[in-house]
């Protein structure tokens, strides 16, 4: 099944679209505030240039039906405001759901709303069974959004991914489709 690059998603405050390369600056502004990818497994990128490349990467992996990354824009002012994203896992029917907000939008309920939007997403249009997330254990920002969408923890993990050589623990979730 081909999912289109022209898909639009709604809610009563925001649309969801497939990223592009008008959302370098959004990515390279979130990622300049001091302490916004700790909890994140990947790291600031040193140019714009390498948010072309990733831009790059996920519009291909889209294509492919690998990963399906959305850029969370508000509806007024419309503005790009965070990406949300699902990617394939190994095991059959589970993906794993990601979301970031720009730091000067934090505290508005969008990374709710947005993967909200994107989890109904991922069980009728890619027919997920399981989707799966986690979030370093001082998160707890991210630890609010995930268990107001229904995540049921599975475990902590005290080596969830390393960052700077050492080891951030996480809370691991996931999300069956019967639930």
């Not at 600056?25 to 714009?48: H, I, K, Q, S, Y």
Request: net charge negative; proline share 5%.
């Amino acid at each position: 099944m081909e999912i289109s690059l022209d898909t639009i998603l709604k809610t009563p405050k925001l649309s969801l679209r497939a990223v592009d390369f008008t959302d370098v600056d959004l990515v390279w502004e979130a990622t300049r505030f001091d302490g916004f990818n700790d909890g994140m497994t990947w790291d600031p990128p040193e140019t714009r240039e390498d948010i072309v490349r990733i831009t790059e990467r996920n519009l291909e992996h889209w294509k492919q039906g690998k990963d399906y990354v959305f850029t969370i824009e508000l509806l007024n002012p419309v503005c790009a405001i965070g990406r949300v994203g699902l990617h394939k896992e190994s095991e059959p029917d589970t993906w794993n759901i990601g979301f970031w907000i720009h730091p000067d939008h934090w505290g508005n309920g969008y990374a709710g709303e947005a993967s909200r939007s994107v989890l109904q997403f991922g069980f009728e249009a890619i027919g997920a069974g399981k989707i799966v997330t986690a979030h370093a254990v001082w998160n707890t920002r991210s630890q609010r959004v995930i268990e107001s969408l229904g995540f049921h923890r599975v475990q902590e993990n005290p080596a969830g991914f390393y960052k700077n050589g050492k080891p951030v623990p996480e809370y691991e979730y996931e999300l069956i489709r019967a639930r």
